[in-house]
């Protein structure tokens, strides 16, 4: 059974950092591309970036582009979305997703919210 665990969301002044985690289970992680997606409050699905199965290779939204970092522990199952430089318009609801092709995803987490605000 294939599960997708974020962690790590909250408030956080504009201009901070957060770290999300997203641990895998049930399926064999180091084979796959993974993706963050978020939903901005009233908004549709924003795709964040990629990051290839080795982790070497890594794919940014023109939005995030320079402040957010994508990284990968294989031998721990584990997503991870560095964040910096925060704007209020990142508060949404990040999720992380595992992808079968570009933009096409088979499993989500269940998200974690970030807010943005002074």
């Known amino acids: 059974q294939v599960q997708l665990v974020e962690s790590g969301g909250g408030l956080v002044q504009p201009g901070g950092s957060l770290r999300l985690s997203c641990a895998a289970s049930?399926?064999?992680?180091?084979?796959?591309?993974m993706s963050w997606v978020r939903q901005a409050p009233g908004k549709g699905l924003e795709w964040v970036g990629d990051?290839?199965?080795?982790?070497?290779?890594?794919y940014y939204a023109d939005s995030v582009k320079g402040r957010f970092t994508i990284s990968r522990d294989n031998a721990k199952n584990t997503l991870y979305l560095q964040m910096n430089s925060l704007k209020p318009e990142d508060t949404a609801v990040y999720y992380c997703a595992k992808a079968v092709n570009i933009l096409v995803y088979d499993y989500w987490g269940q998200g974690t919210q970030i807010t943005v605000s002074s």
């Open positions: 990051i290839n199965s080795g982790g070497g290779s890594t």
């Open positions: 049930g399926f064999t992680f180091s084979r796959y591309f």
